[in-house]
């Protein structure tokens, strides 16, 4: 069984020139604006299921031969990846790691390049956010799969019992050995937050590789894009609304990558109340309230790792926290219940971005 990696909120509704260029997210130079110089090359869009959703791309190529053999080889790599990194299959290099930290509690674990690097990003946003996005938090997510299912709450020993092996900073990584440690015997990883953006990162890489410059990547929430179509000035994409009624935002990107986490469509009531598939790594249960964050960011994994924390964190701290760097931007509106008026909060870079 595949992993259902989720974040349901975005997708592409269009492709066209929305005005200027945007202003790169970081203060270096990055690539911008209309894409490459043939305008007359064809559009090509392709769909595969991979970690438990399906995966759109659009590019722009030479032809048809062109187009099929890039898609190949980057849903490829995306097929690889998620065997390395889903909880799912005990085969999986991330569950033999876990397996054998079991055996031996503490012992560094040499593991493969991609598994360290993705490990060692989500390391990053974890010390980022004070563990608000924490990919120890398999033993929580278990129990809440299970809630979820039965819908009845974890029972609160073994819940307890959980959040002892669950924190950051029980992970080591060495760089220059290449391995994990893991410091107690029980501990399960899970890159659910992460691991779309990764792999879109490594998908879209393998398409520059085969000179595809200008494409989008959409798996569920998690959208990466690089260079605009032909004749255009950037992506267009929709931020779904919180509620019926509500009206829907439009983005303009290029370069760049944006994540939405909410539970529009993955929730679960337990006792009349409404609580999210997003897992809070402090309680160890979904959130309540309605609420969507949306993150854009450079690279994939960036935004998708932190639009769960931006969902976890209390919007006005959110905000600060991706205010203060100069490679992200969020939006966050918040429904304490679902009559009440929803409460937007947004990063003064977010307003960029949006196509008015």
Not at 38 to 50: G, W
Not at 91 to 113: F, H, Q, T, W
Not at 209 to 238: C, F, Q, R, Y
Not at 336 to 353: I, L, M, N
Request: positive net charge; glycine residues 8%; proline residues 7%.
């Amino acid at each position: 069984m595949r992993t259902p990696w989720v974040g349901l909120t975005v997708y592409l509704i269009a492709l066209g020139a929305v005005g200027s260029v945007l202003a790169p997210l970081t203060p270096a130079p990055l690539p911008q604006g209309r894409g490459v110089p043939n305008k007359d090359l064809p559009r090509f869009a392709f769909t595969s299921v991979h970690m438990g959703t399906e995966w759109r791309m659009i590019l722009y190529a030479p032809d048809k031969a062109a187009a099929t053999q890039a898609k190949t080889a980057a849903f490829d790599r995306v097929a690889a990846l998620d065997q390395t990194m889903t909880d799912y299959d005990p085969k999986s290099e991330l569950m033999r790691l876990c397996s054998a930290n079991d055996a031996a509690p503490g012992k560094p674990i040499v593991v493969s390049d991609d598994l360290f690097r993705v490990l060692a990003h989500a390391q990053e946003i974890s010390a980022e956010c004070d563990g608000a996005f924490d990919v120890t938090v398999g033993p929580l997510v278990k129990l809440w799969r299970a809630a979820r299912k039965s819908k009845q709450l974890p029972d609160p020993k073994a819940l307890a019992a959980a959040k002892e092996l669950v924190g950051f900073n029980l992970v080591t990584l060495d760089p220059k050995a290449k391995t994990v440690a893991l410091k107690k015997a029980g501990m399960r990883l899970d890159l659910g937050g992460i691991g779309k953006g990764f792999a879109a990162d490594e998908a879209m890489a393998v398409l520059k590789k085969h000179g595809i410059p200008s494409a989008l990547i959409a798996a569920s929430g998690d959208i990466t894009v690089s260079d605009a179509p032909p004749d255009k000035d950037n992506w267009v994409v929709e931020i779904a609304p919180i509620g019926k009624g509500q009206p829907a935002r439009y983005l303009k990107l290029t370069n760049a990558s944006v994540s939405t986490s909410g539970d529009l469509f993955q929730f679960v009531e337990i006792g009349n109340v409404r609580y999210s598939h997003v897992l809070d790594p402090k309680t160890g249960l979904g959130l309540t309230g309605r609420r969507s964050a949306t993150v854009i960011a450079r690279p994939g994994w960036r935004a998708d790792a932190m639009t769960k924390a931006a969902s976890v964190l209390p919007p006005e701290q959110a905000v600060k926290w991706i205010e203060a760097r100069t490679d992200a931007a969020a939006y966050i509106v918040v429904k304490a219940t679902d009559d009440a008026k929803p409460v937007a909060t947004e990063s003064e870079r977010f307003k960029q971005f949006v196509l008015e």
